[in-house]
């Protein structure tokens, strides 16, 4: 979820459709509102094309888009084209699974084994692990195998197909049932079960018992058959041209394709208005308050709070009007989305997006929607967003200085230290708090300067003690949103023997990179690819794990809501004089084991038995240096900046030539025994 907001100038280009419905009231104000922030999504928050829908009472009553489907041709985005809807995929398979338990074909509190005997855990608690922990995210699961999960042009399932062999040697982070924090895992485990279940493959599934009945034509799945050209274009700040189509290949977690209208559509079937479909008592037990059976901030009001599949099932700011919102958000690499529905009144919405990310279209989605139950009359204004004094300091009772110490959250560790009532944090949910001081002001609390962000120590009855934050997230131009977040754990010293401390000192400041991702991994764009090993040799923790030995380092790391998802071990391991490491389902090689590349005029690079890529340094020799490669069919290349930043990904771009960077690096992938034939020029 840490994203920067990049800014995109784009042409706007709106097309609006209204029902008579639609028309029967003055909602002008609507349209209005709808056409302005969507110009201010595609302008100032990194959107090429937006596309949303809003269905009153089984009614499309607003079907509207903006920016373009195309860069090169300025072609418009419409009501037809298709994105990816990423982990709003999720609600999809928490209503599969609950169809299935209204024919009697599971009971979701019974243990997950009972239906799939085939997983297996190295911690015997994973035998109390239920469906309904996998849809509340409460199984205590480490998080997430992203290793080969999002490919461009290709639909291969081995991100699905290993998931029960890479489960069988991990342990949980948590008994499960104790608390819930974002799960991916435990929604592929589901897309299994359903599979299991009804005999039928998952997209199979989905078309028979949703997308048919609902008659939804565009609702698909990466291993569906039909025209991939009707899917908006996506980018990449790096790349200046379109890139091929994403696939999601963990499709009950984040893989179906769909259109706005298709999604507020099926929204009706998660608010108990298909009973033909899925039950009214199942749509309502999926609202239920799933978040407070377990460990969780105490605040209601919030932009997470977990049901069965939604994110939130009282979403602010709808909560401070007495309406009850439930809400899913979803981010791809390149794709993103928002689902809110207000079951109470039958209203949904939905926003997908290419660029941008999932909180800028949820914020997009609650300002809209305010507008329209306004329009309706079912709120008579919208509350302005909640002013705050600039924090005042006071004098701090001394007891609270035993609150320093190290912290940590998922790869990082930070030393807090609360020095004459101030403390000093890094930026915060992601980057969308920039980092500052913030002081004491009182009842236990520290703010920032505007005083819109307070800090509080927690101690929760895990016995653990958490930095709780309490935001208003203000987004200039969309609107705003209320987080109650746990967003770091404080960590226990962990003392190590000099022999051990040797050790773990040669790895501080050191990169491994990934060696087992396809080549047409997305993970090429990015800085996913790399594991960056940060040692805090004085406490016993490296990137936030707690070191055990000299080559291990656990997970400690128990924070409920969202900070504590996708948590990992360190494992180490030397094999033909090279330090390897196995970190979250990924397998990674030291940057000591990495060379320059050949820097005379011809030379090939060959991907081993094994089928590992093969990375290479780029020294000042080779700066400004043209590179063409003839590479086969099922091979490419990436090549990155000192800064990490993608130059060039063949697979993205299908260029073969490009300018080397100074300082950068080089990755070869293929199958084994592909053979790159190298050569070098002058600019």
């Given amino acids: 979820m840490k994203k920067t907001v990049s800014i995109l100038i784009a042409t706007m280009l709106i097309t609006i459709t209204v029902t008579p419905a639609f028309a029967k009231t003055n909602l002008d104000p609507v349209k209005e509102k709808a056409h302005q922030l969507a110009s201010t999504m595609v302008s100032n928050y990194g959107v090429s094309g937006i596309q949303y829908a809003i269905m009153d009472k089984g009614s499309i009553v607003l079907s509207s888009s903006a920016g373009v489907f195309d860069k090169a041709t300025n072609e418009p985005i419409t009501k037809d084209t298709m994105f990816a809807i990423a982990s709003i995929s999720k609600v999809y398979t928490a209503a599969a699974t609950m169809m299935l338990a209204d024919s009697k074909k599971i009971d979701i509190d019974k243990p997950l084994v009972t239906y799939l005997k085939e997983f297996k855990m190295n911690d015997e608690r994973y035998m109390l692990i239920t469906p309904r922990m996998l849809m509340n995210h409460s199984s205590g699961l480490y998080g997430s195998h992203y290793g ?94 379109a890139l091929p189509v ?23 079937v998660v ?46 700011p709808f909560s401070n009007y007495g309406i009850t919102a439930l809400s899913k958000g979803g981010d791809l690499q390149l794709y993103h989305s928002a689902l809110i529905t207000l079951p109470e009144h039958n209203i949904s919405m939905a926003v997908l997006s290419s660029g941008g990310t999932s909180v800028f279209n949820t914020a997009y989605a609650s300002s809209i929607l305010l507008e329209y139950v306004k329009a309706k009359g079912i709120i008579k204004e919208i509350l302005p967003p909640k002013t705050f004094e600039p924090a005042l300091k006071v004098d701090m009772p001394s007891d609270l200085l035993s609150y320093s110490g190290v912290y940590g959250l998922v790869g990082e560790t930070f030393n807090f230290e609360i020095k004459n009532g101030e403390i000093n944090l890094p930026a915060l949910i992601g980057g969308m708090i920039p980092s500052q001081t913030y002081v004491y002001t009182g009842n236990g609390q520290f703010k920032n300067k505007d005083g819109d962000v307070a800090i509080s120590f927690d101690k929760q009855k895990n016995g653990k003690i958490y930095i709780k934050l309490n935001a208003q997230l203000n987004f200039p131009g969309l609107g ?21 401390k040797s050790v773990w000192e040669s790895r501080d400041g050191k990169s491994y990179y990934t060696v087992d991702e396809k080549i047409t991994s997305l993970a090429y764009l990015q800085s996913s690819l790399t594991q960056y090993i940060s040692v805090d040799i004085d406490h016993g923790y490296a ?61 090939t690079a060959t991907i081993p038995s094994n089928g590992h890529t093969v990375w290479y340094k780029l020294d000042k020799k080779l700066s400004n240096r043209v590179m063409s490669v003839d590479a086969p069919t099922s091979g490419g290349f990436a090549v990155y900046d000192a800064k990490g930043m993608v130059v060039n990904f063949s697979k993205a771009t299908n260029n073969y030539s490009v300018v080397l960077p100074e300082g950068g690096m080089i990755v070869f992938g293929g199958n084994a025994g592909d053979v790159f034939k190298i050569k070098l020029k002058n600019k």
């Avoid at 499709?251 to 559509?265: D, N, P, Q, R, W």
């Avoid at 404080?490 to 190590?496: A, G, H, R, T």
């Fill in 148 to 241: 080969n999960s999002s490919l461009f042009d290709d639909n291969d399932t081995r991100n699905q197909d290993g998931l029960l062999l890479s489960l069988q040697s991990q342990r949980l982070k948590s008994s499960p049932g104790e608390y819930s924090v974002y799960c991916n895992d435990g929604f592929q485990l589901l897309e299994l079960l359903i599979e299991r279940v009804s005999g039928l493959s998952y997209s199979k599934f989905i078309e028979t018992y949703i997308s048919k009945p609902l008659q939804l034509t565009s609702t698909k799945t990466p291993l569906d058959s039909f025209d991939r050209g009707k899917l908006a274009k996506t980018y990449y700040p790096t790349i200046d041209q």
């Fill in 246 to 268: 994403e696939n999601s290949v963990t499709i009950g977690t984040g893989g179906l394709y769909s259109t706005a209208e298709e999604v507020a559509k099926f929204a009706e």
């Fill in 271 to 316: 608010i108990g208005n298909r009973t033909d479909i899925l039950s009214e008592k199942s749509a309502t037990a999926m609202q239920a308050h799933e978040y407070r059976k377990g460990m969780w901030v105490s605040e209601e009001f919030n932009y997470i709070n977990f049901g069965l599949g939604w994110d939130a099932v009282s979403l602010a």
């Fill in 480 to 500: 705003y949103g209320v987080a109650a977040l746990y967003e770091y754990q404080k960590l226990d010293p962990n003392p190590l023997s000099q022999a051990t």
């Fill in 543 to 603: 990137s936030g794990a707690k070191i055990v030995d000299n080559n291990l380092a656990v997970n400690v790391v128990e924070i409920p809501v969202l900070f504590g998802r996708d948590t990992f071990d360190l494992n180490f391991y030397n094999e033909n004089d090279r330090e390897y490491l196995k970190a979250a389902g990924r397998t990674y090689v030291s940057e000591d084991a990495i060379h320059s590349i050949y820097n005379g005029n011809s030379s």
